[in-house]
């Protein structure tokens, strides 16, 4: 089993920053790309970026050129760990952002509140 563990989210105004950190445990091994997500009020779960064990990255492109996706696969302490670091935050990016991680199939976390207000 793997679990997720988000946290950093909170509120801020626009133009201001957030970091926000998903730390993976568990039975890791084997694990290849992990990612963020987000979710606004009404609106589809979208994906906003990956990053793979070898830290090859991808992003939407909505928040390219503003968010930042990293990752810690050092396994000290058996764990893992994706961030993402978020600048220039707009109203419109207030959602719930979730992280991922993929082994065999897709695990998530359990969600993080973002605001974002103007």
Request: with cysteine.
């Amino acid at each position: 089993q793997v679990h997720l563990m988000e946290s950093g989210g909170g509120l801020v105004q626009a133009g201001g920053s957030l970091r926000l950190d998903c730390v993976a445990s568990g039975s890791i091994d084997g694990m290849t790309h992990m990612g963020w997500y987000r979710q606004a009020p009404g609106k589809e779960r979208e994906l906003l970026a990956t990053i793979t064990a070898t830290g090859a990255t991808t992003y939407r492109d909505t928040v390219q050129g503003r968010f930042t996706i990293s990752r810690d696969n050092s396994r000290d302490n058996a764990k893992d760990a994706i961030y993402l670091q978020m600048n220039s935050l707009r109203p419109e990016d207030t959602a719930v952002y979730y992280c991922y991680a993929w082994i065999t199939q897709k695990y998530w976390g359990q969600g993080t509140q973002v605001t974002v207000s103007s």
